[in-house]
């Protein structure tokens, strides 16, 4: 089974919303959730964490998305979401899902990528 995988990328115009989802395929409590998003021709770059319950539910962005992004969990459905609010065309890229065990640092998983593409 994959460890995580995402969803809801697509097209959408400059100032519009998406909400990409990433579905986790154990149980993550113990794990902080990332997000992470990598453009064409350049390097993949951090953008937001969810802390989870055992770090005091923190959130935390990258200065690029804070104030438009938000980052959460839903542990009932199992999933890690992404809400992307007032895009713009620099959102543009493949956005990937990341789990790190607290508990074990060296077991990490990604997910295969969601592709958004914000044009007019």
């Known amino acids: 089974q994959v460890p995580l995988v995402e969803s809801g990328g697509g097209l959408v115009q400059p100032g519009g919303s998406l909400n990409l989802s990433c579905a986790v395929s154990f149980s993550f409590g113990g794990h902080a959730m990332k997000w992470y998003r990598q453009a064409p021709g350049t390097e993949r770059e951090w953008i937001a964490t969810s802390a989870g319950d055992i770090a005091g539910n923190s959130a935390i962005y990258a200065d690029s998305v804070r104030g438009r992004f938000t980052i959460s969990r839903d542990y009932a459905a199992n999933k890690l979401y992404l809400l992307m609010n007032n895009v713009k065309q620099e959102d543009t890229g493949t956005y990937y899902c990341?789990?790190?065990?607290?508990?074990?640092?060296?077991?990490?998983?990604w997910g295969q990528g969601t592709q958004v593409i914000v044009a007019s």
């Open positions: 990341n789990a790190i065990n607290y508990y074990n640092t060296k077991q990490q998983y």
